[in-house]
């Protein structure tokens, strides 16, 4: 089911919430959703104290030079893949030093997807250290906008229960 601009809104408050009041900070690494969660969780004002920025790395170059992505760990597994979510997070917290990253790369669709790798899925991996990255694989239905809205409220979701346990 499609999460409606509600529900983003929600998620985003809430984990805006999360990060000020543990005086965190939020980096994102996003691929299919293009910068969704970076403009859900900026939508509201004052975001900037918790809100580092985002990086759209939508090429397999960008994963590399902005995230220090392993070429051969996108050779190995393609962008689509565990190793890659969890090498944007480190590059993502390296390069800015926020306490948090939350990284996305998936087949939104129509085209694009294979037999292993069908529209819709989503890897996505969230950490505030590589040792504390957690990584996760969704399969979304739907057309392209609804893939990546449940790719950008699963996101924020993914977030907001890390910090939780934290």
């Known amino acids: ?40 969780m900026t939508d509201k004002a004052g975001s900037s104290a918790y809100v580092v920025g985002g990086l759209v790395t939508y090429s397999n170059e960008a994963k590399q030079k902005l995230l220090g992505v392993a070429g051969s760990t996108l050779d190995a ?3 689509v893949s565990e190793p890659v979510v969890r090498e944007m997070v480190a590059g993502a917290l390296a390069t800015t030093g926020a306490s948090v990253a939350v990284a996305i790369s998936g087949v939104a669709g129509p085209g694009g997807g294979s037999e292993e790798k069908p529209v819709g899925t989503v890897w996505l991996a969230w950490g ?39």
């Open 1 to 40: 089911m499609p999460a409606s601009d509600h529900e983003l809104e929600q998620a985003g408050s809430l984990l805006g919430e999360k990060l000020l009041a543990g005086n965190l900070t939020l980096i994102t690494a996003e691929s299919c959703t293009g910068g969704w969660v970076a403009k859900v």
């Open 77 to 79: 597994h393609g962008a």
């Open 128 to 166: 505030s250290s590589v040792e504390s990255t957690e990584a996760v694989v969704q399969h979304f239905s739907g057309d392209r906008d609804q893939v990546r809205r449940q790719a950008v409220l699963f996101a924020l979701k993914g977030v907001i229960g890390y910090l939780e346990k934290a």
